[in-house]
Nanobody, 113 residues
Framework: QVQLVESGGGLVQAGGSLRLSCVAS????????MGWYRQAPGKQRELVAS???????NYADSVKGRFTISRDNAKNTVYLQMNSLNVEDTAVYYC???????WGQGTQVTVSS
């Protein structure tokens, strides 16, 4: 059973930073594209950023220039560095093995004004 475990969420003031981590197990991590998603209350889950197995990166327009996705295949880990956070970034953040039904349990990010 593939397992994805996110960490690094929390409460931060607007303008602050957080770094999310997602550790994958029981999967040939380097062979898969990975993504970070988020879901705010009352809204649909949306893609925040993705990174292919070859390192190609895509970002949602709302986070370009503020968020950075990266991966460390030796550690089976994908990261999301989030800078210049604003209230609209408040959501539960999930990592996913792209194009599969493998999701993490989510980590809450709350940005206060």
């Amino acid at each position: 059973q593939v397992q994805l475990v996110e960490s690094g969420g929390g409460l931060v003031q607007a303008g602050g930073s957080l770094r999310l981590s997602c550790v994958a197990s029981r999967i040939a991590f380097s062979h898969y594209h990975m993504g970070w998603y988020r879901q705010a209350p009352g809204k649909q889950r949306e893609l925040v950023a993705s990174i292919s197995l070859g390192g190609t990166i895509n970002y949602a327009d709302s986070v370009k220039g503020r968020f950075t996705i990266s991966r460390d295949n030796a550690k089976n880990t994908v990261y999301l560095q989030m800078n210049s956070l604003n209230v609209e970034d408040t959501a539960v953040y999930y990592c996913r093995v792209e194009y599969t039904d493998y999701w993490g349990q989510g980590t809450q990010v709350t940005v206060s004004s």
